[in-house]
């Protein structure tokens, strides 16, 4: 089976998931409850073409172009001067124009609106016609059982007109059945579900491609963020498989941690380091950002529990200058409380920082303040978002966590988290013969040989220095 | 005095009975009162974007007010003449 030529629809993501975009001259049916953004995903798909030389036309029969120019205009898309040049057109069938009474007296049929969306596409060389949405005009005509014979006639001789078409249809609600679109009948080659649900008192909004006719794509349903100023955007949880992994070993930041991992880190490793609260993840996280900027790797810090003064702080207690390493345009560290943002609004923030910023480590503290915000699904799909991301980048990335349970996943050892997990490390406290020492456990190293001892640690204003192993502890993964 | 606009696509059956209904409607109850421009949308489209016509045929009651659209070939005589301000009286 050949590959058909794709079309790029403009959202980041989405052509991950559609292996390439929306098929070539076919039509595409774009399916929501109210508010889902399926205008937005059709004025996107417009927007793109013509930032790419080409034309588009909008047949809207909700909105009148007025609203939808300054609505739209929120994501960055100057529509009144595409329309100037000639690149834009309105067909307006919106709500607004029906001024006169309509008084319904023989038959009829929709032939009128093609001959007006042909006209628009000729006068623009239009390859691409977004239709929003063919549901007030089944709503409209309710009552009319010819409505489906006449609205199918009219996308037929649309096809006709051998372009790429999106067409929107609202829901009344999120269940699966195909027949709650009730446009079964209609000949649409390929479908697209988005959803914006409530989880747990979480906005989710998700995009799936539900059906592809003879053509391939990613099942199952994939978060997606609506942002001012850029429109949708897709986060695909797919892409680890297609990079190669790197041999390279870095340091940990700490040389006897680099010998319990056999020579350090793997330069495209994750690793995820937990334990409680006073463990020593911060000092764990703080050798190894400084160690990677001795070795001249920019770092990026993204800390979701303490303020930049106070990492400043601590760091400087070790012996480790944070504010010369971002003098030197080596380090940036980003601290916000996660309930500014949404789950997925972190995320695109923490792409939208490496990409600019271009860093070798990535630091993630912590993936349990960040759980707070998120469903369950929501958080799952966070951590296989950021993880994919910065191996795709070949990013050496350290994420911490305060216990060893997140956010109702069984252990961490358990979920599939851990299969995008590398380094697992353990901090713990350890009680023996009344007193408390502290101790760190290399719990898993993928691709390597590593100690698999508990091994005891101090803390001092040098930081962090391994010792010996702990002889006679059992219980340490609690 | 009637100002009517039919607002036809050329070459629909639809529309041929359209025209048809409504040259013998204007005949027998307007007798010379009327003018009915027929407008052909298929060479027109330019017309139809900006009349924001959407079905055919459709004719257009412009005068007397109120302004009116009547949609369709016009075979429901009943609802042809209630949109055109006219009395059913059973002929």
Known sequence: MTMASKVDVGIPGFDHISLGGLPTNQTTLVAGIAGSGKTIFIAQFLATGIQAGGAGVFVTFEEPPANLRENLMNFGWNISAWEKENRWRFVDVSTSVRDEEEIIAGNFDFDVLYTRIKHAVDQTQADRVGIDSLSALLYAFRDDRMIRNRLRRLILKLKGLGLTLIITAERDGESVSNSTFGFEEFVTDNVVL??????NEKRRRTIEIFKYRSSQHYNGKYPFVIEDGRGMMVIP?????QHKSSSERVTSGNTQLDDILNGGLYR???TLASGASGTG????CTEFVSGGVAKNDRCVIFSFEESLPQLLRNANGWGYDYQQMIDNDLLQIHSAFPETKS???HYTHIQRTVEAFEPKRVVIDS???????ASEDGFREFVIAVSSYLKMKGITGLMTATTSRL????????SNISTLTDVIILLRYIEIDNAVGRGILVLKMRGSEHAKKLYRFHINDQGMTISAPFDNVTDVLS | MYILKLYILAGHSTSDVALNNIRRLCDTRLEGQYRLDVIDLATQPEIAEQERIYMTPVLVKVSPLP?????????ETKRVLQGLGLHDDGK
Not at chain 1, 237 to 241: A, C, P, S
Not at chain 1, 367 to 373: C, M, N, Q, Y
Not at chain 2, 67 to 75: E, M, N
């Open chain 1, 407 to 414: 956010m109702g996943l069984s252990t961490i050892t358990e």
């Open chain 1, 343 to 345: 789950i997925e609004d």
């Open chain 2, 67 to 75: 302004a009116r659209r009547i949609i369709g070939d016009l075979s």
């Open chain 1, 281 to 284: 993840k911060t000092l764990l």
């Open chain 1, 194 to 199: 988005l959803r914006n649900t409530l989880e």
């Open chain 1, 268 to 270: 495209d490793s994750i």
């Open chain 1, 367 to 373: 993936l349990s303040a960040l759980a707070r915000i």
């Open chain 1, 237 to 241: 949880l797919v892409g680890t498989h």
